[in-house]
C-alpha cells in the first residue's frame, strides 16, 4: 500500500466533504491518499441555466480530463452529475453508502401556496415538477453551489429554492428549527411527492479501467445496495433520454424483499407528467427494471413526448 492515491475532486465545500468522506473511509483501511481540487466548467459558469450551456457531465468533464492525462487516480462525484456513459478507459469502482434522497424547498419566511409565488431552481426535473403542482408560480433560474444559493436567495425577491435535503446535511445546514449556515437563517421544507434526480443522495468514485490498486481499494467501500438501486436509476434515464436532457425522475428502493420503483417524465413546463410505479422481488429480476420501467413510458407516450422536449430544447 505505498501508492498514494490521488483523489480528483470539485473545489466547492461539498466536493470537497463527499472526497473527504471517501479519503477517511479508505485512510481507515490502512491506504494513502491526497485530495486533488480542481473547479469545473459547470462551477465556473454560473450566468446561464445547466440545459442551455449544451455540455455532457459538466461538473464532471474536468476531472475526467485530469484522470485521463494521470493528474490524479480516482475521482468522487454527486452520482446525480455523472454522464450515464463514462469516458472511455474510466470505469465506476465504488458507490458509497445513500444519504436521503429528497428535495427540499428553502424560504426566508413562511410561503402561502395558493398565492402567486416565484420558486427558484437550475433543475428542469425540479421546475417541471413545482409547476405540474403549482401552475400559478413561476420558477426562475438558480445556479452556483450551495453557500452561494442561499445567498442568491437572501439577495433577491423570491419566495423560496430548492436543494437536495442530502447535500444541506451534508454542510451541516439543516436542523430541527430549520435551514441554518453562517448567512442564512430560515425554513426548509421537505417536498416528499417530488421525485429526486436518478442517483441523487449518492456518491461515486470512478477509477481508469487499468488502474487495479486503485479498483480494488475501491471496492472495499462500495454498497452494494445504493449501488443496485442507483444502476437501475441510472437505466431508466439513459433508456428514456437518448442523449437528451429532460425532465426526469426516478427512485429505486429496497423495501422488504422487493425492489420498489418509481419514474417521471414531464414536459418542459411541466403540463403533462408520465409516470410508472412498479416493484420486483429483490434478486434477479430487478436487473432490468429500469429499463424496462422506461420502455414501458416510451410505450405509453413518452416517445411522443422525448420528442416534443427534443424538439423544444433547440429552440
Not at 473511509?25 to 446561464?48: A, H, I
Not at 403540463?271 to 412498479?278: D, S, Y
Given at each position: 500500500?505505498?501508492?498514494?492515491?490521488?483523489?480528483?475532486?470539485?473545489?466547492?465545500?461539498?466536493?470537497?466533504?463527499?472526497?473527504?468522506?471517501?479519503?477517511?473511509?479508505?485512510?481507515?483501511?490502512?491506504?494513502?491518499?491526497?485530495?486533488?481540487?480542481?473547479?469545473?466548467?459547470?462551477?465556473?459558469?454560473?450566468?446561464?441555466p445547466l440545459y442551455e450551456m449544451g455540455i455532457t457531465g459538466i461538473f464532471t468533464k474536468t476531472?475526467?480530463?485530469?484522470?485521463?492525462?494521470?493528474?490524479?487516480?480516482?475521482?468522487?462525484?454527486?452520482?446525480?452529475?455523472?454522464?450515464?456513459?463514462?469516458?472511455?478507459?474510466?470505469?465506476?469502482?465504488?458507490?458509497?453508502?445513500?444519504?436521503?434522497?429528497?428535495?427540499?424547498?428553502?424560504?426566508?419566511?413562511y410561503i402561502d401556496y395558493t398565492k402567486p409565488c416565484t420558486i427558484a431552481t437550475g433543475s428542469?426535473?425540479?421546475?417541471?415538477?413545482?409547476?405540474?403542482?403549482?401552475?400559478?408560480?413561476?420558477?426562475?433560474?438558480?445556479?452556483?453551489?450551495?453557500?452561494?444559493?442561499?445567498?442568491?436567495?437572501?439577495?433577491?425577491?423570491?419566495?423560496?429554492?430548492?436543494?437536495?435535503?442530502?447535500?444541506?446535511?451534508?454542510?451541516?445546514?439543516?436542523?430541527?428549527?430549520?435551514?441554518?449556515?453562517?448567512?442564512?437563517?430560515?425554513?426548509?421544507?421537505?417536498?416528499?411527492?417530488?421525485?429526486?434526480?436518478?442517483?441523487?443522495?449518492?456518491?461515486?468514485?470512478?477509477?481508469?479501467?487499468?488502474?487495479?490498486?486503485?479498483?480494488?481499494?475501491?471496492?472495499?467501500?462500495?454498497?452494494?445496495?445504493?449501488?443496485?438501486?442507483?444502476?437501475?436509476?441510472?437505466?431508466?434515464?439513459?433508456?428514456?433520454?437518448?442523449?437528451?436532457?429532460?425532465?426526469?425522475?426516478?427512485?429505486?428502493?429496497?423495501?422488504?424483499?422487493?425492489?420498489?420503483?418509481?419514474?417521471?417524465?414531464?414536459?418542459?413546463?411541466?403540463?403533462?407528467?408520465?409516470?410508472?410505479?412498479?416493484?420486483?422481488?429483490?434478486?434477479?429480476?430487478?436487473?432490468?427494471?429500469?429499463?424496462?420501467?422506461?420502455?414501458?413510458?416510451?410505450?405509453?407516450?413518452?416517445?411522443?413526448?422525448m420528442e416534443i422536449i427534443k424538439r423544444e430544447m433547440k429552440q
Open positions: 500500500m505505498n501508492k498514494v492515491i490521488r483523489i480528483g475532486t470539485r473545489d466547492s465545500e461539498l466536493a470537497l466533504w463527499q472526497a473527504k468522506t471517501v479519503q477517511s473511509q479508505l485512510k481507515n483501511l490502512g491506504y494513502k491518499t491526497q485530495l486533488v481540487p480542481v473547479k469545473s466548467t459547470g462551477d465556473l459558469v454560473l450566468d446561464k476531472l475526467d480530463i485530469a484522470m485521463l492525462k494521470g493528474t490524479v487516480d480516482v475521482a468522487v462525484h454527486s452520482m446525480k452529475d455523472v454522464p450515464t456513459a463514462l469516458p472511455k478507459g474510466i470505469i465506476q469502482a465504488a458507490v458509497l453508502a445513500r444519504a436521503e434522497t429528497e428535495d427540499m424547498l428553502v424560504s426566508a419566511q428542469l426535473r425540479r421546475k417541471a415538477q413545482w409547476l405540474n403542482r403549482y401552475p400559478h408560480h413561476t420558477a426562475v433560474d438558480l445556479r452556483g453551489n450551495v453557500q452561494t444559493r442561499l445567498q442568491k436567495l437572501l439577495d433577491n425577491n423570491w419566495d423560496g429554492a430548492i436543494f437536495a435535503k442530502a447535500g444541506l446535511e451534508r454542510l451541516g445546514y439543516l436542523h430541527k428549527s430549520g435551514i441554518k449556515s453562517p448567512d442564512f437563517n430560515g425554513f426548509g421544507e421537505e417536498l416528499p411527492w417530488m421525485l429526486p434526480a436518478p442517483a441523487q443522495g449518492a456518491m461515486v468514485v470512478v477509477a481508469m479501467e487499468k488502474d487495479t490498486f486503485c479498483q480494488e481499494a475501491l471496492a472495499k467501500i462500495n454498497h452494494t445496495e445504493t449501488e443496485k438501486c442507483t444502476k437501475i436509476e441510472r437505466d431508466f434515464l439513459r433508456t428514456l433520454e437518448g442523449g437528451c436532457t429532460a425532465p426526469i425522475g426516478a427512485l429505486a428502493e429496497v423495501v422488504s424483499d422487493k425492489i420498489q420503483f418509481k419514474g417521471c417524465l414531464f414536459s418542459l413546463g411541466g403540463k403533462k407528467k408520465l409516470e410508472v410505479a412498479t416493484s420486483v422481488p429483490h434478486g434477479p429480476q430487478g436487473i432490468d427494471l429500469g429499463n424496462d420501467s422506461a420502455n414501458k413510458l416510451l410505450e405509453n407516450g413518452g416517445k411522443e413526448l
